[in-house]
Every structure is written in structure tokens, then in C-alpha cells.
């Protein structure tokens, strides 16, 4: 049902905000890899759940994505909604963060979802750049 993916997507997450947190939480997910959908948003929905091999490199190429462009000691974008027993996992690009105060006077969607549930669109208002298509199709063609 599709009331229960945005029912679940506006559900509680918390940050991996350093990146130990962040790293546990990959090794968590790489712990059981079957069954998560990988989901770019201003991209067609995924049908069917990543392979594993696909997860795993996702999460390799993510993270050196997000470790190269977010020039900080901290993490902080990328939200789980479990750190023990994760299903959905926000990832936000360093690129569009918006406001951390939520005052810029628009939603900041996240770029990539991790979700065990088929995802459903997520209306971003913001254009997919061509740099982030182009490292999508790096890694899934």
C-alpha cells in the first residue's frame, strides 16, 4: 500500500551525524544486503530490490561521495530510521542541504533512499544535476 511508504518516510529518523555512525549503519545494512531498494530521487522508481552486489557497491561509491564533498569532520546527512535494524536510510546531498534550520522556505528531499519498501515518488522540485546522473549511471548504468 502506498500510504504505507509515506506514512514510513515521514516517521521518525535520527542522524549518523560522525562518521563511525555512519559506517556502523552501512555495515549493518551490508549485514542482511537482500530486499532494499535503492531510489534516486527525479529518477524512474526502482521495480524490484538491488541485488546485493549492487547495494554493496552503492554503499562503497556513496560513501566516498559523501566523505569527498562534505568537506567537514562530521556526517550529519544520512538519517536511519534505525541504526540497529534500519529500513529506510535518507541520504542527502552535500550539494543541497538547504537551511539546517528548515527556514529556507522550501522541503529539502533527500537525493538517494535506501528503503525496504518499494518506494513511491517523492516530488523534488529541485532538477537531478547532471554531475549526480552521471554518477548514477557510473554505477548502475
Same mark, same amino acid.
Given at each position: 500500500?502506498?500510504?504505507?511508504?509515506?506514512? $514510513?518516510?515521514?516517521g521518525?529518523?535520527?542522524?549518523?551525524?560522525?562518521?563511525?555512525?555512519?559506517?556502523?549503519?552501512?555495515?549493518?545494512i551490508?549485514?542482511?544486503?537482500?530486499?532494499?531498494?535503492?531510489?534516486?530521487?527525479?529518477?524512474?522508481?526502482?521495480?524490484?530490490?538491488?541485488?546485493?552486489?549492487?547495494?554493496?557497491?552503492?554503499?562503497?561509491?556513496?560513501?566516498?561521495?559523501?566523505?569527498?564533498? $562534505?568537506? $567537514?569532520?562530521?556526517?550529519?546527512?544520512?538519517?536511519?530510521?534505525?541504526?540497529?535494524?534500519?529500513s529506510?536510510?535518507?541520504?542527502?546531498?552535500? $550539494?543541497?542541504?538547504?537551511?539546517?534550520?528548515?527556514?529556507?522556505?522550501?522541503?529539502?528531499?533527500?537525493?538517494?533512499?535506501?528503503?525496504?519498501?518499494?518506494?513511491?515518488?517523492?516530488?523534488?522540485?529541485?532538477?537531478?544535476?547532471?554531475?549526480?546522473?552521471?554518477?548514477?549511471?557510473?554505477?548502475?548504468?
Amino acid at each position: 500500500m502506498t500510504t504505507d511508504f509515506y506514512h $514510513h518516510y515521514r516517521g521518525r529518523f535520527s542522524s549518523a551525524l560522525r562518521w563511525p555512525q555512519l559506517d556502523a549503519l552501512w555495515h549493518t545494512i551490508l549485514q542482511t544486503p537482500d530486499k532494499w531498494y535503492i531510489y534516486l530521487l527525479n529518477h524512474e522508481l526502482p521495480q524490484t530490490p538491488a541485488h546485493a552486489e549492487s547495494l554493496q557497491q552503492f554503499i562503497r561509491e556513496i560513501d566516498v561521495l559523501l566523505r569527498k564533498e $562534505h568537506e $567537514h569532520d562530521y556526517c550529519g546527512i544520512v538519517y536511519a530510521d534505525s541504526f540497529d535494524h534500519p529500513s529506510m536510510v535518507k541520504i542527502f546531498d552535500p $550539494h543541497h542541504l538547504g537551511s539546517s534550520c528548515g527556514s529556507c522556505g522550501y522541503t529539502v528531499y533527500p537525493r538517494w533512499l535506501l528503503s525496504r519498501l518499494p518506494p513511491q515518488p517523492l516530488e523534488d522540485d529541485m532538477p537531478l544535476p547532471a554531475n549526480r546522473r552521471r554518477w548514477w549511471q557510473s554505477i548502475f548504468g
